[in-house]
């Protein structure tokens, strides 16, 4: 099973939005709607911020939101701040009943 | 509060074997699937296996199929993962993961633990 396609870092200022993408297959991105996405900040575990593509649990800020379009997922933060500064990680749900991890995205705020 | 603590790493030669535990407080541990995910260092994240509330199914990455085996003693709270002919390319920090309950899937992890460190090594 292939690594999921996330660009390998983004950068944005403070108070700007970025979005982040998740490519994957028909075999798993585009075939459920199964895709999560989790935060990491150096030597910390990760934080789930968005599940099932597009819902936040409790406590996540509105400011992360998830979209899909056909085999790729989308995350989109608004109103950058420092502390978002991070890597991102999304998953999929795949049609062999596993997991896949994209390769991950090195947030920085400028 | 949740609390997912997970033990057993340490430097293991290739070829060799090595039990990981993962003991969990907090929440009614017989009610959720558990996973394994691993990250070698300076890596990204990868999901090694999952294991359903009772027991009765697990699921592997096929990076590991073959050679790592997943269980858990809903008695004691505990997962384990059961790594042989452990390779070089095992070398990393290896999470236990809960299942969100949220989520009608079991692909959803809502908390994780921090961790523990297995390098392979000669």
């Known amino acids: 099973q292939s690594a999921l396609t996330q660009p390998a870092s983004v950068s944005g200022s403070p108070g700007q939005s970025i979005t982040i993408s998740c490519t994957g297959t028909?075999?798993?991105?585009?075939?459920?709607?199964?895709v999560s996405w989790y935060q990491q900040h150096p030597g910390k575990a990760p934080k789930l911020m968005i599940y099932?593509?597009?819902n936040r649990p409790s406590g996540i800020s509105n400011r992360f939101s998830g979209s899909k379009s056909g085999n790729t997922a989308s995350l989109t933060i608004s109103g950058l701040q420092a502390e978002d500064e991070a890597d991102y990680y999304c998953?999929?749900?795949?049609?062999?009943?596993?997991?896949?991890f994209g390769g991950g995205t090195k947030l920085t705020v400028l | 509060q949740v609390q997912l603590v997970e033990s057993g790493g340490g430097v293991v030669q290739p070829g060799g074997s090595l039990r990981l535990s993962c003991a969990a407080s907090?929440?009614?541990?017989?009610?959720?699937?558990m996973h394994w995910v691993r990250q070698a260092p300076g890596k990204g994240l990868e999901w090694v296996a999952f294991?359903?509330?009772?027991?009765?199914?697990?699921y592997y990455a096929d990076s590991v199929k073959g050679r790592f085996t997943i269980s858990r003693d809903n008695a004691k709270n505990t997962v384990y993962l059961e790594m042989n002919s452990l390779r070089a390319e095992d070398t990393a920090v290896y999470y236990c993961?809960?299942?969100?309950?949220?989520?009608?899937?079991?692909?959803?992890?809502?908390?994780w633990g921090q961790g523990t460190l297995v390098p392979v090594s000669s």
């Open positions: 993961a809960k299942k969100a309950g949220y989520s009608s899937g079991w692909s959803v992890v809502d908390y």
């Open positions: 907090g929440f009614t541990f017989s009610s959720y699937g």
């Open positions: 294991i359903r509330y009772d027991g009765r199914n697990k």
């Open positions: 028909s075999s798993d991105v585009g075939g459920y709607n199964y």
């Open positions: 099932d593509v597009i």
């Open positions: 998953t999929s749900y795949t049609s062999s009943s596993t997991l896949v």
